[in-house]
């Protein structure tokens, strides 16, 4: 039985290494491939079936007068924007969602669970109902195809996910804890900023890898409220795409696009393998 | 360290309802400067509430509080200088043990080597010592809720110290130890110290006072002596002392006996007034002894059970449908038959409509 299981579970284990790795060595050998080995049929080795070049990768940071394309400048705009709108998600959410969790509101018939649910709403709606008020707002405010209009329509996007994750979060942590620090001679806002913050860093880190990974992969929005401009990291790779497919050059920035996760994941897995995020993720 | 008074408490959850329900019905009380005392009561009746009025942490529905004479009802808890230790562990997990206890007297900008007198004092009485360094959340359950008991004792000069059940987590050895520990620190440094608790002997060993209560009522205050001779309602006499107060359902017979099973049973109390009323007559089953000469008061029983508990045997006697249980010596003999049991009229405290008259 013991061994049996062992087996079973191994070898689940390893398909699922495969499935999951598989793409990523497809790209990474693609993207060292040239027009030939990529259309003489399949080859997997390097040096052995193909010859490896440096090409797909030179062309992303060539500039388009070089015959590049130069994903140097989307790739930091998609930076900066996904970062900006996660910390300012995360400082309103964090505090949004400590006032829902603590505090009584009542208008009229809209209590805590109500305001709570209405921040979720947001994310219920398919995103393309947003994207026309959107358009117009920005248009209105005239913050179309620039930095600050998609930082503050990414922030309309993530921060519900932040309030949604710290409402929960902050509702495991005793109300105690609180009364205890305001006992011992803190005022509210002490007791939050001292007591109440330090503690809920798994959840911080949990809200922030959610905000990072939405913020970081959307295309959508990116696409309809930008133009010339900016551009951000997935519109640009999707525009290397041309009559004959750059698959090479494509493979290349797939993986670029994807290290920053990469790492953000390597970070939020020491935490969840030491378990300080039990609780923090239901 | 204060005087703290309460005046006509009371609070409620619903406070805007046409009905409201009361956790906390009227009372006043005033708690001495320097004394311990136990609030007991059943879970539910109201002792954290009133706890947590006393900490700011609840406004009350009416009433103030003064401490020393200085309305506080209306101070926030922080500016209050007040302790509370709950009944789990509260610790400030990302802190060390030392952090932990400084902390109160950092958020009071207390000089540091104040801080550090009184933070190693504390874990010397508290035996915590040796973990001053490490970080609090490794320790276990009832370290920490030594951590949060350090931290309610740190300060010196705090109106009081509530504790809301504080040793539910701690094995009964340290929590003897800790009790008589408290008893001590309350002795030395004069601190008030009151402690929630639902154990009566708990109650019954810490404090100078304890204070009853049931269902929202504050029922009895007293102390320990005086709620186990003469509890006010049959509920106290219920509530406290272990076995329960023997309690009979019974008329008046004459200005001061009454009538148990056609039995004649003499009081010390004036019952002129309660002809034909039911009353109940109540007695502690440790003041129940086996007649010897007496020629009054006797009840003649019969033998149902005896149990050796150790240091006393507990005789459950019959008398017809009642039952009657005593606290006899060890050493006492026990006849099988023919057993008389005495009732000295001065213990017998007499109830109408469940208060004591």
């Not at chain 1, 860093?201 to 990974?213: D, E, K, T």
């Not at chain 2, 529905?61 to 209050?80: H, Y």
């Not at chain 2, 997990?93 to 900008?109: G, I, Q, S």
Request: net charge neutral; proline share 5%.
């Amino acid at each position: 039985m013991g061994k049996l299981y062992k087996f079973l579970k191994y070898s689940f284990i390893t398909i699922w290494t495969v499935f999951v790795v598989a793409p990523f060595l497809w790209a990474l050998t693609t993207s060292f491939k040239d027009f030939n080995s990529v259309n003489g049929g399949a080859t997997y080795i390097p040096w052995v079936d193909f010859e490896p070049k440096l090409e797909g990768w030179k062309v992303l940071i060539k500039s388009p007068a070089n015959g590049g394309v130069d994903i140097i400048e989307p790739y930091f705009n998609s930076l900066f924007v996904t970062c900006t709108a996660s910390l300012i998600s995360i400082v309103l959410g964090t505090l949004s969602a400590y006032a829902l969790s603590r505090f009584t509101f009542k208008a009229g018939f809209v209590k805590n669970n109500d305001i709570t649910f209405f921040f979720i709403s947001q994310r219920i709606m398919p995103p393309i109902v947003l994207s026309i008020p959107f358009f117009l707002f920005l248009g209105a405010i005239d913050l179309l195809d620039s930095l600050i209009g998609l930082i503050v329509v990414y922030i309309v996007l993530l921060m519900p996910i932040a309030v949604w994750i710290m409402v929960d979060f902050f509702n495991k942590v005793p109300r105690e804890i609180d009364e205890t620090a305001l006992i011992d001679g803190c005022n509210p806002y002490q007791a939050f900023f001292k007591v109440v913050l330090p503690n809920s860093i798994p959840g911080l880190i949990v809200a922030g890898m959610f905000c990072i990974i939405f913020g970081w992969i959307d295309f959508f929005f990116a696409f309809i409220l930008t133009f010339t401009e900016v551009q951000l990291l997935p519109v640009k790779i999707v525009a290397l795409n041309s009559s004959i497919t750059p698959w090479w050059s494509l493979s290349a920035s797939a993986l670029v696009s994807v290290a920053p996760l990469i790492v953000v994941a390597f970070i939020v897995e020491r935490y969840l393998s030491k378990g300080n995020l039990s609780g923090a993720i239901k | 360290m204060s005087k703290i008074d309460l005046n006509n408490i009371s609070h409620s959850y619903n406070p805007n309802d046409p009905n409201p329900i009361y956790a906390l019905n009227p009372f006043s009380m005033t708690w001495e400067n320097g004394k311990r005392y136990a609030i007991l009561g059943p879970s539910g009746c109201g002792k954290t509430t009133m706890l947590n009025i006393v900490s700011g942490l609840v406004r009350p529905s009416a009433g103030n509080i003064l401490f020393d004479d200085k309305d506080v009802t209306d101070l926030k808890t922080e500016s209050r200088n007040i302790a509370q230790v709950f009944q789990f562990p509260v610790i400030y997990n990302t802190m060390t043990v030392y952090e932990n206890l400084a902390f109160p007297l950092k958020c009071r900008d207390f000089l540091k080597d104040k801080i550090d007198e009184r933070v190693k004092s504390v874990a010397d009485i508290l035996n915590l010592q040796s973990f001053l360094n490490s970080p609090a959340r490794k320790l276990t359950a009832d370290q920490k809720q030594l951590i949060s008991l350090g931290r309610g004792l740190v300060r010196e000069d705090v109106a009081a110290v509530l504790m809301d059940e504080p040793l539910t987590v701690i094995d009964p050895d340290l929590k003897f130890r800790l009790r008589r520990k408290l008893k001590e620190i309350n002795e030395e440094f004069k601190t008030t110290l009151v402690y929630v608790t639902h154990d009566q002997n708990e109650a019954m060993t810490f404090a100078d006072n304890i204070i009853v209560m049931s269902e929202g009522e504050v029922v009895q205050a007293g102390t320990p002596k005086e709620l186990f001779e003469r509890p006010n309602t049959t509920f106290v006499g219920y509530f406290i002392g272990s076995p329960a107060m023997n309690l009979f359902e019974t008329e008046a017979s004459s200005n001061d006996s009454v009538k148990i099973n056609n039995t004649i049973i003499k009081t010390n109390t004036n019952l002129s007034n309660l002809k034909d009323k039911k009353i109940k007559l109540g007695i502690r089953s440790e003041f129940i002894k086996i007649a010897k000469n007496q020629s009054e008061n006797l009840l003649n029983v019969d033998v149902e059970k005896v149990e050796d508990l150790g240091n006393y045997k507990l005789l459950t006697a019959k008398m017809g449908s009642l039952t009657i249980k005593s606290k006899i010596n060890r050493e006492t003999e026990i006849p099988s038959s023919d057993v008389k049991l005495y009732i000295p009229a001065e213990k017998c405290c007499v109830y109408e409509e469940e208060k004591l008259i």
